[in-house]
């Protein structure tokens, strides 16, 4: 059963906050192979934490 | 460095006052909220001053402190008013949009150019900030928990009162909803 872009979408937020299963992570390989949507926004969503990181660190007052 | 055996420790504490509250800003949106951790942070920095012996660095060990005082805010201010999920299921439709009624993307999602330079510019986290200032509270509250003090879900959960579950959800939304935000008022500009 292929995901849909918005259960990929979930996957990859979840894979942030806990570990994945087998089965998710296979399912999310499978998807965002043949998903360029989903590959670029993939990289967007983990982008967000190197740009949270960044938020948080700034010192500048 | 400093010691704790410095006279003039309360003057390096406050000097780290900006700096404590822009920390605290970020988390909690009211600014009253945010003065009175930072002034709760120092004054336990003050009465606990031997604490900070022999670390090295003082904005290290007092944005620690800093961290359980803001938690504690989120705990009471979660208490007050707790989540109900019938405000999350309205905030669901938005960040929803972008899909289909088959769950696949209207307009599939374009490569970012560079996001690694983006993060070197001040005016993309001005930017970032104001994406995050536009997030619904409690979906800001928790994604905030989790990106900014650095809590694991199962402490966000415990702190707002909420099943794991939900609280992927929200951490879901909050996602998408910036990278939205961010393609709109950065990326999509260039």
């Known amino acids: 059963m292929m995901l849909s872009c918005k259960e990929a979408m979930r996957i990859v937020s979840q894979g942030e906050d806990r570990e994945l299963s087998l089965g ?38 | 460095m400093p010691t704790p055996k ?28 945010a003065e009175d951790a930072v002034q709760e942070t120092l004054l336990a920095a003050l009465a606990g001053e031997s604490g900070f012996a022999g670390r090295a660095n003082l904005r290290t060990w007092l944005t620690g402190i800093l961290k359980h005082k ?38 599939h999602p374009d490569p970012w150019e560079h996001p690694e330079r983006a993060l070197e510019q001040k005016q993309f986290l001005e930017a970032l900030e104001r994406c995050l200032e536009g997030l619904p509270e409690r979906t800001a509250r928790a994604f905030m928990m989790r990106e900014h003090l650095g809590a694991g879900t199962d402490q966000i959960c415990q702190e707002l009162g909420i099943t794991p579950t939900h609280c992927w959800v929200m951490l879901y939304r909050a996602r998408m909803a910036l990278r939205q935000c961010l393609e709109t008022t950065w990326f999509g500009r260039q």
């Open chain 2, 70 to 107: 803001i938690v504690d805010a989120i705990r009471r201010a979660s208490r007050e008013r707790p989540a109900s999920d019938a405000g999350l299921d309205a905030e669901a439709a938005e960040v929803e949009n972008v899909f289909d009624e088959r769950g696949h993307w209207d307009e």
């Open chain 1, 24 to 61: 998710e992570r296979v399912a999310l390989r499978l998807h965002v192979t043949i998903c360029r949507g989903c590959r670029n926004a993939s990289r967007q969503l983990r982008f967000l934490r190197l740009a949270m990181q960044r938020l948080s660190e700034d010192h500048s007052t």
């Open chain 2, 6 to 33: 410095d006279p003039d420790f309360r003057a390096q504490l406050e000097r780290q006052r900006p700096y404590l509250l822009r920390f605290a800003s970020l988390q909690l949106r009211s600014r009253e909220a």
